[in-house]
């Protein structure tokens, strides 16, 4: 099994920023896609941005040019840099892990790992 933790989250006024962090542990060998998700209020969740094992990164059309990912395996984190940060940003985000090497990097369904969530709010 792999666990994920996030943190970061918090309250931002549009036009901020935020960096959040996913700590992974356990079988974490196994780990080849990695993503960040989002659950916006009375939405499905949603990718955000994802990253493969042999250096494939996807970002939804949301995010492109405003949020980077990245992941540091030496540390088993993974990040999400979120800049000019808009209201419709706000969502509990999630990351999630996949020991498949994912069709679709932003699906959902790709991924049986998830955190907890850190929610992240926009004003």
């Known amino acids: 099994h792999v666990q994920l933790v996030e943190s970061g989250g918090g309250s931002v006024q549009a036009g901020g920023s935020l960096k959040l962090s996913c700590t992974y542990s356990?079988?974490?060998?196994?780990?080849?896609?990695m993503a960040w998700f989002r659950q916006r209020p009375g939405k499905e969740r949603e990718g955000v941005a994802a990253?493969?094992?042999?250096?494939?990164?996807d970002y939804a059309d949301s995010g492109k040019g405003r949020f980077t990912v990245s992941k540091d395996s030496a540390k088993n984190h993974l990040h999400l840099q979120m800049n000019n940060l808009k209201p419709e940003d706000t969502a509990m985000y999630y990351c999630?892990?996949?020991?498949?090497?994912?069709?679709?990097?932003?699906?959902?369904?790709?991924?049986?790992?998830w955190g907890q969530g850190t929610q992240v709010t926009v004003s």
């Open positions: 999630a892990a996949s020991a498949s090497h994912a069709i679709w990097l932003l699906g959902p369904s790709e991924y049986e790992y």
């Open positions: 356990g079988y974490t060998s196994f780990i080849d896609c």
């Open positions: 990253v493969a094992s042999d250096g494939t990164i």
